[in-house]
């Protein structure tokens, strides 16, 4: 029994002892009614129980909210124990089956509430198979606290400098910024009911899940930097922002890949970066030396081996297959010229309220809240595969 419960229960038992006490010295004496000192002991007694039973029905009430007394909910507090070790993956599922235990910080019934997401996640589930993150090269990153933003876009570098006699005029040089206000989107999706057991019984089944709606929610992401549309609630994509470098397609795939490390260098741009397609990358990896013949041109675009620096650069410069980019443009780029603002990083929220809560079920939602900055639109050569 809950301990503040079992107090006030007992002071309760204990005054109704002592009224109990006054009717029994009245009627011992054969007396029919209370003295002044006994009836105001009475009415105070009397008073007094009538505060511990609003304590004692607010307390049951508080108890019934908790779920304590609720087999389900106690297995959650169950699976919340059990999980113990000290793995990323393992320390989650702890955090989720707690915070369905303790919503809002309170010990109350299942309702609502926030999970954070670990760095790394292991899940036992195996998952389908997903390409190497586009985002990942996305590091250059700013919070913002507020939804809306605004930052300086470059849009003219003409370097005129040069030397100068004494005396004479210096030349002047036009570097042109404009300020660019925008605002954080939401980017966010649902899972479907989840049964509640799952978070004693597969924890490893939850771990999954996570896994895959935080994946959801960057996939979702990639998408918008690439090719948003900029209307409505969509970002504005490197295929969208005017001020992109264009490289027309020239003679063969391979020359016009290379024609695009020379746009950038041509501008002083030096990329990091190469994003194709898995269809372009395909291509790329089995383009042969000659139209009948059998040894194939490049090392393959992802092995980055020297065999393949005359057309790609360095190896410094990363390959990145990701199916974010649309088959026939190669993106060639200095990726720390695009920066995400976020107002509200990746979070995932667990609902077992309202229907759920009849069907002891929950509901999972992932989602981030943010925004695209594009600084210098110039350093992201979009290359044409297509003749």
């Known amino acids: 029994m809950n301990e503040k419960l079992r107090r006030l229960l007992t002071l309760h038992a204990d005054r109704k002892a002592e009224r109990a006490k006054i009717l029994a010295a009245v009627e011992a004496r054969g007396a029919s009614d ?15 129980l009538r505060e511990l039973d609003a304590d004692i029905a607010a307390v049951r009430d508080d108890i019934a909210r908790s779920g304590r007394e609720n087999p389900d909910v106690a297995a ?18 702890h955090r989720a089956a707690d915070a369905i235990r303790k919503m809002s910080g309170e010990a109350r019934a299942i309702s609502s509430g926030s ?14 198979a ?13 919070t913002v606290q507020s939804n809306a933003f605004e930052y300086f876009r470059q849009t003219v570098r003409t370097n005129n400098a040069a030397p100068v006699a004494d005396l004479g005029s210096k030349p002047t040089s036009v570097f042109t910024v404009e300020p660019v206000e925008d605002r954080a989107r939401v980017i966010a999706h649902l899972s479907e009911e989840i049964p509640i057991r799952l978070w004693q ?21 990639e998408s918008q930097v690439v090719s948003g549309s900029g209307t409505g609630e969509n970002m504005t994509g490197i295929l969208t922002v005017a001020g992109t470098t264009a490289v027309p397609f020239a003679t063969d795939v391979v020359t016009t890949l ?8 041509t501008i002083g741009v030096m990329p990091n970066a ?32 020297a065999g393949s620096a ?6 410094s410069i990363q390959r990145v297959v990701s199916p974010s980019v649309p088959t026939g443009t190669a993106i060639l780029a200095d990726w720390s010229q695009i920066r995400l603002y976020v107002r509200e990083s990746m979070r995932l929220d667990v609902d077992a309220g309202g229907d759920h809560f009849a069907k002891n079920a929950a509901v999972m939602r992932a989602e981030a809240r943010i925004g695209l900055g594009h600084l210098r639109p110039a350093s992201f050569a979009l290359i044409d595969l297509v003749a």
């Not at 089995?286 to 009948?292: F, G, N, Y």
């Open 76 to 93: 959650v507090a169950r699976a919340t124990a059990r999980v113990g070790d000290n793995s990323a993956s393992n320390a989650w599922a």
């Open 115 to 128: 999970v954070d997401v670990p760095v790394l996640v292991d899940p036992a589930v195996t998952p389908k």
């Open 258 to 265: 290379r024609k695009g490390v020379t746009a950038l260098q």
């Open 310 to 315: 005359n057309v790609f650069g360095p190896t």
């Open 201 to 221: 019984d597969a924890a490893e089944v939850v771990r999954w899940l996570e896994t895959e709606m935080t994946e959801g929610v960057l996939d979702a992401l």
């Open 34 to 48: 209370l003295t002044a000192d006994e009836t105001k002991r009475f009415q105070s007694i009397t008073e007094s």
């Open 274 to 305: 190469w994003v194709v397609s898995p269809a372009d990358a395909e291509a790329i990896d089995l383009t042969k030396e000659a139209a009948d013949g059998v040894g194939f041109l490049l090392d393959g675009f992802t092995d980055g081996n």
């Open 130 to 142: 997903r390409p190497t993150r586009l985002v990942d090269l996305l590091v250059n990153r700013a």
